[in-house]
């Protein structure tokens, strides 16, 4: 064992700060993320369904993963506790052996529950229900129009089958996207920060192989914590791309129906002047064409982009919560301090 | 929840149409045969609407009359239907009239909409390479 020195009672203060302040933050941060990460039907729409529940899979992960964070801070509080514990026992072995009377010191147990984790009790069942009406309303004017259009033009059906299925709740992927990005930037830069703020606080009276390994430890914690939270982020960029993609769909369909629209009722109301028909007719159908061609070559190239969201939100799969895991090969998983190197006699 | 610019658009799109079933209420093509005795006039449908006979048909054997009023009828039919023909062109291509041509606009919206999926496909992009 190598030469040390330790101050139990700044090791514990901030183990405990560790275990609750820190860890709850984190916990309320995946009741946050867990919460504002819905969005509200139609969701991601018909077409880009899969892209959806790659989404909501990703969403459930990553919400373990900053529980997750929270759970390894409140272990890490209790290890703290521990450490502080075995340090003065240590002492109070002194103390004693030259007839001195050691202070009493607690065990595992009160350790770890000076840390918070009988405060675990979390409410995942406040998940907001997102105000989307308004672009909905929108979007279903539209397909009316859209509607409208294949009635008066029979070869823009397909234009209006195509468009069917892309009803998403633009409003809902937008503002989810948005909450992703803020609480990835919070878990970066607040959150993270903060654990990081107080692991340094907790070594600054603290020296031997046990700091070490510490700060090895919560070194190693803080960079899977930084990614994790840019992973978040990435996420939120993703939907945002998702958003603006689906919602130019909806004002481009928009802006090319209503003067079809018009046109198409102004021709039909032409072709009541007997004669007009057969000339107007074939013109009509060639525009429809054309117009229901411009609205399948638009909903291709969303389709594509929703691929591509897919691709991005797929790639965001990483074991965080197994490379988050102290290292535990105690007893039913009870912390055994061997990462710490305590000292084998004070266990 | 209509738009100004929406009712005004509408209520144009409107007065043309109704301008365009008035003329074409009007719209009527004439022809005459090579002779110039019998003329004819057509409706936009190809109606026959009136006729016109030179006293010198009276004179004509009826195969010959046949044949003038076949003549002047069919080129009457062929000038309403030019007539219409021209009134269209001026109802489909007549984007300044109308405000907007249905055709170009939604080609100018691909053109459009393909521009802003391209940034976003260009933005996803570089996520992926930043996740490695």
Redesign the interface.
């Given at each position: 064992m190598g030469d040390f020195a330790v101050d139990p009672d700044d090791v514990r203060l901030h183990g405990r700060t560790l275990g609750t302040t820190v860890a709850d933050d984190y916990a309320h941060k995946a009741d946050e993320i867990a919460r504002d990460a819905v969005v509200e039907p139609p969701g991601f729409g018909i077409a880009l369904s899969p892209a959806e529940a790659i989404y909501i899979q990703r969403v459930e992960f990553l919400v373990k993963d900053v529980q997750g964070a929270a759970d390894v801070c409140r272990q890490i509080g209790a290890k703290l506790g521990v450490v502080a514990d075995q340090y003065e026992r240590a002492e109070d072995l002194h103390v004693s052996g030259f007839g001195g009377t050691p202070a009493s010191v607690s065990g595992f147990a009160d350790a770890y529950g000076r840390t918070g984790v009988a405060q675990l009790a979390q409410d995942p069942g406040v998940l907001a229900t997102a105000a989307a009406s308004i672009t909905l309303v929108e979007i279903g004017a539209i397909l009316g129009s859209m509607s409208a259009c294949a009635a008066l033009c029979p070869t823009f059906i397909i234009g209006v089958a195509g468009a069917v299925l892309f009803v998403a709740n633009p409003v809902g992927i937008a503002q989810a996207g948005a909450d992703l990005i803020r609480h990835g930037d919070q878990l970066q830069k607040a959150l993270n920060a903060n654990f990081d703020k107080i692991c340094s606080a907790a070594t600054g009276t603290w020296k031997g192989q046990g700091k070490d390994s510490f700060v090895i430890m919560a070194t190693k914690l803080k960079a899977h914590l930084d990614e994790l939270g840019a992973y978040i982020h990435?996420l939120g960029?993703?939907l945002h791309?998702l958003e603006?993609?689906l919602s130019?769909?909806w004002l481009?369909?928009g802006?090319?129906t209503?003067?079809?629209l018009?046109?198409?009722?102004?021709?039909r109301?032409?072709e009541?002047?007997?004669?007009?028909a057969?000339?107007?007719e074939p013109?009509i159908e060639a525009?429809g064409a054309?117009?229901a061609g411009?609205?399948t070559?638009?909903i291709a190239?969303?389709a594509?982009?929703g691929g591509?969201?897919l691709?991005?939100i797929n790639?965001?799969a990483k074991d965080f919560l197994k490379l988050m895991a102290l290292p535990d090969d105690g007893v039913k998983g009870t912390p055994d301090l061997t990462e710490f190197h305590v000292g084998e006699n004070f266990a | 929840m209509t738009d100004p610019d929406?009712r005004r658009?509408?209520e144009g799109?409107?007065e043309?149409?109704?301008r365009?079933?008035a003329s074409?209420?009007n719209l009527t093509g004439e022809g005459a045969d090579d002779a110039g005795l019998v003329r004819a006039t057509c409706?936009?449908?190809?109606?026959l609407v009136d006729i016109e006979l030179a006293a010198e048909t009276r004179r004509m054997q009826t195969y010959e009359l046949r044949e003038a009023i076949l003549a002047a009828v069919g080129r009457a039919a062929d000038a309403a239907?030019a007539n219409?023909?021209d009134v269209?062109a001026q109802?489909?291509q007549g984007a300044d009239a109308?405000g907007?041509?249905?055709?170009r606009?939604?080609?100018e919206?691909?053109a459009?909409?393909?521009r802003?999926?391209d940034a976003?496909?260009d933005?996803?992009?570089q996520?992926?390479v930043?996740?490695g």
């Open positions: 990435t960029e993703a791309s603006i993609a130019g769909l481009a369909l802006a090319m209503a003067p079809f018009i046109w198409l009722i102004a021709m109301a032409a009541l002047v007997p004669g007009a057969v000339v107007l013109i525009t054309v117009v411009s609205v070559t638009i190239a969303v594509s982009l591509l969201v691709a991005v790639g965001l | 929406v658009l509408i799109m409107a043309q149409a109704n365009f079933a074409m209420q409706g936009a449908s190809g109606r239907s219409l023909a269209v109802l489909t109308y907007t041509d249905a055709v606009q939604a080609r919206q691909v459009q909409y393909q802003l999926v976003q496909r933005k996803l992009e996520l992926r930043n996740l």
